[in-house]
């Protein structure tokens, strides 16, 4: 029996940092290019060459080496669905996930009829390397690595991706997921054309602010690209979304801004943490996992009450008594360390 995902409740009436979605919103120029779409671009299908060749100039791919898709988890679920997919007289065809990992992985092989290896953490949320090369078996058909991973914020190190990718069984992939690359500032990209075994998927939910718009983009070799460009719906990104990105790559000033807001953010949520005796983690992304022990949930349902939203992913194995935070505008995360201080306070 396949857990059911558990779509996120829709709360749109308070402070969001339960999504890591940008909480300042997207570019004026994004506004202004929607704004400026003619009906006959609404009516007609989309077409994809121009955002795809400004995204392959934003990642510094070849054009033919890039799709677009429909937000990153397309490209995940069609990962799955092109790699993952049970077929009969073979075992199960198996992901491995080192965990805590971003839930959709685990859910998207499932749903497809293979097996999530899911690989325990290290305490302190290193990579755990050994374990991975260990669960690797001839059924072996994806290894995720997400990086910096959701939801610790912890770095993968490009040596562990070169190591795997030697590693794998042949027709196997590592699917590097870098959803908050813009934030670590590392990337895979550059390495890919040396290693045709893996793909990088990417989006533009985050720090480009446009997760309402779905649009994102999975890059590699052609030939390993192939059979998951093959599931994906042909016109499965929308006009929107399409002259939205061209948009927003034409204002990387924006995404300045908001990186530069996100790392302050960052910070003043440490010290609050230090001065309030909650553990966290050092993030490389737009989130922080913070360790609020027995208080956790009552500090996520003190902090709801409150109009602030954050992720409560404290009774799940290896994350227990962990929040997830998102640090994005510093005037949001200013009012957030303002409810931890008061919920915690009037607990004591
Ligand atoms: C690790 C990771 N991958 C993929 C996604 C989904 O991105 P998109 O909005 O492009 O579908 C998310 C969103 O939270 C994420 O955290």
Redesign the pocket.
């Known amino acids: 029996m396949i857990e059911k995902y558990q779509k996120p409740a829709e709360l749109y009436d308070g402070l969001r940092l339960h999504?890591?979605e940008n909480t300042g919103g997207c570019s004026p120029k994004v506004l202004a290019a929607l704004a400026a779409l003619k009906p006959d671009q609404v009516g007609f299908y989309p077409p994809y060459e121009a955002a795809t060749q400004a995204c392959a100039r934003y990642l510094h791919v070849d054009p033919d080496r890039l799709s677009l898709?429909?937000?990153?988890?397309?490209?995940?679920m069609a990962t799955a669905v092109s790699y993952l997919r049970a077929r009969a007289g073979v075992g199960a065809p198996e992901a491995i996930i080192p965990e805590p990992a971003?839930e959709?992985l685990a859910f998207d092989t499932e749903i497809v009829g293979g097996r999530p290896v899911r690989i325990e953490p290290n305490p302190d949320y290193s990579f755990p390397l050994q374990r991975v090369l260990d669960a690797i078996t001839s059924n072996t058909r994806v290894v995720f690595i997400?990086t910096p991973?959701?939801p610790t914020g912890v770095v993968t190190p490009p040596d562990a991706i070169r190591t795997i990718a030697a590693r794998v069984p042949a027709g196997a992939i590592v699917f590097v997921?870098e959803?908050?690359a813009e934030f670590s500032g590392t990337s895979f990209i550059p390495e890919l054309e040396r290693y045709p075994n893996v793909v990088v998927?990417r989006?533009?939910?985050?720090a480009f602010g446009l997760?309402g718009l779905?649009?994102?983009a999975i890059t590699g070799h052609p030939d390993t690209l192939e059979p998951i460009r093959l599931v994906v719906p042909i016109y499965s990104v929308n006009i929107a979304a399409v002259v939205a990105v061209q948009a927003a790559l034409d204002d990387l000033e924006f995404l300045e801004r908001y990186k530069a807001q996100v790392e302050q953010s960052r910070e003043l949520l440490y010290a609050a943490c230090d001065r309030l005796g909650l553990r966290y983690w050092k993030s490389a992304a737009n989130f922080v996992l913070v360790d609020a022990g027995a208080r956790a949930s009552a500090l996520a349902a003190g902090a709801a009450a409150r109009g602030i939203y954050l992720r409560d992913r404290s009774k799940e194995p290896g994350l227990e008594g962990c929040l997830r935070v998102g640090t994005g505008m510093v005037a949001h995360t200013q009012r957030c360390i303002e409810v931890f201080e008061e919920v915690l306070c009037a607990a004591e």
């Open positions: 999504q890591n898709l429909n937000g990153l988890d397309e490209g995940i971003f959709i997400t991973n959701n997921d959803a908050y998927g989006t533009f939910s985050k997760a779905r649009i994102g």
